[in-house]
């Protein structure tokens, strides 16, 4: 149980377009999820905490206009980057935070790598 | 403000030997600690985790972590290691207010198992 999933796997697009990343839960509600940034051979940086049917909290540094966070169901958050530039490309990581369980017990989903040419 | 640290970035170690990863954070309470294994095309697999209690915590694959408050420091270890462990292991320490379960990450450390 407790299965995260992240849709695409890979993309690659063209610079100044947008690209859209789903996260889901697929065997539990999630009222928290949590959008990570890997950058190659180094360590994930939080980039917002998404809240079921609120706005997501975006890290400081982290442009919100740029890297829209939709969190629409208790299953579902997407990240979109908008306008997406070569330096957007990394390694996207999404968590899962179990409705109502302990502080900090996070299910992590595989990753989406965005190449962006 | 919170963070970790792990010192080494890659370590290669040969199978059935044992296995020690360092950790050292900064926090001002108690923390909350984190071992993760990231391997390809995988998510993050929680190892184990320390809240409270007794300073030595037993995980999944065989693996064990100490808190030591005064070195602040949450050391990884396996007695014997075997091919599969060859992963990427990252430290977390839980930040943040109380009830955002918010996790820093180390840098991490790049297993690398020999035959």
């Given at each position: 149980?407790?299965?995260?999933?992240?849709?695409?796997?890979?993309?690659?697009?063209?610079?100044?377009?947008?690209?859209?990343?789903?996260?889901?839960?697929?065997?539990?509600?999630?009222?928290?999820?949590?959008?990570?940034?890997?950058?190659?051979?180094?360590?994930?940086?939080?980039?917002?905490?998404?809240?079921?049917?609120?706005?997501?909290?975006?890290?400081?540094?982290?442009?919100?206009?740029?890297?829209?966070?939709?969190?629409?169901?208790?299953?579902?958050?997407?990240?979109?980057?908008?306008?997406?530039?070569?330096?957007?490309?990394?390694?996207?990581?999404?968590?899962?935070?179990?409705?109502?369980?302990?502080?900090?017990?996070?299910?992590?989903?595989?990753?989406?790598?965005?190449?962006?040419? | 403000?919170?963070?970790?640290?792990?010192?080494?970035?890659?370590?290669?170690?040969?199978?059935?030997?044992?296995?020690?990863?360092?950790?050292?954070?900064?926090?001002?309470?108690?923390?909350?600690?984190?071992?993760?294994?990231?391997?390809?095309?995988?998510?993050?697999?929680?190892?184990?985790?320390?809240?409270s209690?007794?300073?030595?915590?037993?995980?999944?694959?065989?693996?064990?972590?100490?808190?030591?408050?005064?070195?602040?420091s949450f050391?990884?270890?396996?007695?014997s290691?075997?091919?599969?462990?060859?992963?990427?292991?990252?430290?977390?320490?839980?930040?943040?207010?109380?009830?955002?379960?918010?996790?820093?990450?180390?840098?991490?450390?790049?297993?690398?198992?020999?035959?």
């Amino acid at each position: 149980g407790a299965v995260v999933s992240q849709h695409p796997s890979r993309v690659i697009c063209k610079s100044g377009t947008s690209v859209k990343i789903e996260c889901r839960s697929l065997d539990f509600q999630a009222t928290t999820m949590f959008w990570y940034r890997q950058f190659p051979k180094q360590s994930l940086m939080l980039m917002a905490t998404s809240n079921e049917g609120s706005k997501a909290t975006y890290e400081q540094g982290v442009e919100k206009d740029k890297f829209l966070i939709n969190h629409a169901s208790l299953t579902l958050s997407t990240l979109t980057v908008t306008s997406a530039h070569p330096e957007d490309s990394s390694f996207y990581i999404c968590s899962a935070q179990i409705y109502g369980t302990k502080l900090y017990e996070q299910y992590f989903g595989p990753g989406t790598r965005l190449t962006v040419t | 403000a919170q963070s970790v640290t792990q010192p080494d970035i890659h370590i290669t170690v040969s199978e059935g030997a044992s296995l020690e990863l360092r950790c050292n954070y900064s926090y001002g309470a108690t923390p909350y600690l984190f071992w993760y294994v990231q391997s390809p095309g995988q998510g993050l697999q929680l190892l184990l985790k320390y809240f409270s209690g007794d300073t030595l915590v037993q995980g999944i694959k065989g693996f064990e972590a100490e808190f030591k408050r005064s070195q602040s420091s949450f050391n990884l270890r396996k007695p014997s290691v075997h091919w599969s462990d060859a992963a990427e292991y990252f430290c977390a320490v839980g930040a943040g207010s109380s009830n955002t379960g918010k996790l820093i990450f180390g840098q991490g450390t790049t297993l690398q198992v020999k035959p």
